[in-house]
C-alpha cells in the first residue's frame, strides 16, 4: 500500500509543476495565435 501512496503524491507533485509551467506559457500561446491569426501587426 505504501507504494500506491507514493506514487500518488509524485503524481500529484508532477501536476502541479504542469500546471505551473502551463500557466506561464498561456500568455505567450496566446500572442502567437494572434499574431497569426492577423490581429498582430508581424506578418
Known amino acids: ?4 501512496k507514493e506514487a500518488l ?4 507533485e ?3 509543476e504542469t500546471i505551473k ?3 506561464k506559457t498561456k ?3 496566446l500572442a502567437v495565435r494572434e499574431i ?3 490581429n498582430g501587426h508581424v506578418k
Open 36 to 38: 497569426e491569426s492577423g
Open 21 to 23: 509551467i502551463s500557466s
Open 9 to 12: 503524491k509524485n503524481h500529484a
Open 1 to 4: 500500500m505504501q507504494g500506491v
Open 14 to 16: 508532477l501536476a502541479k
Open 27 to 29: 500568455p505567450l500561446e
